[in-house]
């Protein structure tokens, strides 16, 4: 508490802000199909939405809200530490059904022409709040809007990636909070943070997105690519090889800086 | 129930069995009443170590296809008694395990023991998944050399990913780092990785350091486990592993290179 002290008497402060969040899309109404498939599927990349927020969109649900048990999904969901916020989508019954399990509506500012707001005297008012003062939450839809840039969602992976275990980013920046060890991948569409040492490949960027870098503490990877371009140990030239390092692309050509 | 326990390395030749035999004599040294399985179906080499090799009749395979009943197969270690060995077939291969024959042996298994240790086969196929899926607990034996902290590294992700414990979303397996065949002296001169690189990739809590030492081949050849041979560093460091394991703190030995001044002792032995 070194800075100048102010007189402030509320207590709290209102204030919009802009986040990025995963949808989770269901395509099942089942909890018991669901769960299941998602554990299956993020034990493939442990860590992966450990924690995350995710919004559950139910546009391609065919199914009748009172067929959909929505406290099973978020509990099945929460015991994968998955947190489920709220809902996208849907028609005014199904959102209904979801706030009755705790799930918050939330109206996709990403793209208002998407989802036609189905009430229109019911959801106008909602818009005209949330343009004022109210917070609003931005929701990528899944094919991402175009100026995707800025409005990537991040994966953070707390536990070390090991030899053989290839984690992707998909249309999302990573951050590895461990090491990446030697014989591990790891992939991101946008940039790749390593805050230990990046020992095994990292590729970031996908396939064009050249403004991608990566940045590690302790700089040391098998392999570096950002948009296709790569690099192997022997191009790393003048690299800060085992201290902190960013990559990233100028013109056609890779970068190696110390930073920090 | 019984604590299962998964001797597992990815690399051969890192001293699995070695530890394996080692490890369980130690356990049941304490009273702790051990079963120790060799999961390397068709080359077997346990009950060589174990010095039970003229004993063996019936094994895991013939348990799992209903030809003998379990307690036909277990052999009673002469030494020490709550210790006994399920030994592998030499004449079948790893298609002869399945799970559900596995599961049940366990079952089985943990109703008498405190403690099943299973000694897994190198690599990560059917033998090895078999052998970690029912773990509660790992060891994974490193030498120090790069392609075994590889191969340990990657049998770390599976062990994550495909043991029963990860597949039912429980509390993860408890794994264990065992240095083995640790040469201060090699590692000195440059020629071995150090004990803190080997800690540094795997990120997994030392569980102790196994120096390079003769007693273990004349003590496999023997089929006496090195533990037994008291006198010696190997016995001593997996004495002490053993203890760690059971929950008592002991000061890693054996890591320094011998014959050192006095002050590089005193002062370079908690940095190092």
């Not at chain 2, 607990?137 to 994550?160: C, K, M, Y």
């Not at chain 2, 065992?178 to 440059?190: E, F, H, S």
Request: aromatic content about 4%; overall charge neutral; some cysteine.
């Amino acid at each position: 508490m070194s800075a100048a002290p102010q007189t402030r008497l509320e207590p709290f402060r209102l204030r919009g802000a802009n986040f990025n969040l995963l949808v989770l899309r269901l395509l099942d109404p089942r909890a018991e199909v669901v769960v299941p498939a998602i554990g299956d599927q993020f034990r493939r990349a442990p860590g992966m939405l450990r924690h995350a927020p995710v919004v559950i969109g139910l546009d391609d649900l065919t199914a009748r809200p009172e067929e959909v048990d929505f406290t099973a999904i978020v509990s099945g969901l929460r015991d994968l530490a998955i947190l489920p916020i709220g809902t996208t989508g849907g028609t005014a019954e199904m959102r209904a059904a979801a706030q009755g399990a705790g799930l918050a509506a939330l109206r996709n500012a990403g793209h208002d022409t998407a989802p036609p707001p189905p009430p229109a005297e019911a959801a106008a008012p909602v818009a005209a709040a949330s343009a004022a003062t109210a917070p609003v939450t931005t929701v990528p839809g899944e094919p991402a809007p175009p100026p995707a840039g800025h409005q990537r969602t991040t994966m953070v992976v707390d536990q070390p990636v090991r030899a053989g275990q290839r984690i992707w980013a998909q249309g999302a920046d990573l951050i590895v909070t461990g090491t990446v060890n030697p014989g591990a991948e790891v992939i991101a569409d946008g940039h790749i943070h390593v805050y230990g040492a990046l020992r095994g490949r990292a590729i970031a960027g996908g396939t064009d997105n050249m403004q991608a870098r990566v940045f590690a503490l302790q700089f040391d990877p098998e392999l570096v690519s950002i948009a296709g371009y790569y690099a192997v140990r022997d191009g790393y030239g003048d690299a800060p090889m085992g201290r902190a390092c960013q990559v990233r692309l100028v013109g056609e050509t890779m970068r190696f800086d110390k930073i920090g | 129930m019984a604590q299962v326990v998964t001797v597992t390395s990815g690399k051969g030749g890192v001293g699995k069995t070695t530890s394996s035999a080692a490890f369980s004599t130690g356990l049941a040294q304490r009273g702790k009443k051990v079963v120790v399985i060799d999961f390397d179906v068709g080359l077997r080499n346990l009950d060589l170590i174990m010095g039970v090799e003229r004993r063996v009749v019936f094994d895991i395979v013939n348990v799992i296809q209903g030809e003998a009943r379990l307690n036909q197969a277990l052999i009673r270690d002469k030494r020490v008694d709550t210790l006994s060995i399920l030994p592998a077939s030499q004449t079948r291969d790893k298609d002869a395990l399945n799970r559900d024959g596995v599961a049940k042996i366990i079952e089985e298994l943990s109703k008498d023991f405190d403690y099943i240790i299973c000694d897994s086969p190198a690599g990560i196929e059917k033998g090895a998944l078999l052998a970690l899926y029912f773990a509660d607990q790992a060891i994974v034996v490193t030498n120090p050399e790069v392609s075994s902290v590889r191969d340990s590294d990657r049998i770390l992700g599976v062990i994550q990913s495909k043991s029963k414990r990860a597949e039912d979303n429980r509390e993860p397996v408890r794994e264990h780092l065992l240095v083995t065949r640790y040469d201060p002296i090699r590692v000195a001169k440059g020629e071995m990785l150090k004990l803190e690189d080997v800690q540094e990739i795997l990120a997994v809590p030392l569980l102790g350091v196994i120096p390079e030492s003769e007693a273990v081949l004349k003590a496999s050849n023997a089929g006496n486990p090195v533990i037994l041979d008291t006198e010696t560093s190997a016995a001593q460091a997996y004495a002490d592993a053993v203890s760690r394991f059971l929950g008592e703190e002991k000061p890693m030995r054996f890591i320094e290179a011998e014959k050192k001044g006095i002050f590089s002792r005193i002062f370079g032995g908690r940095a190092a």
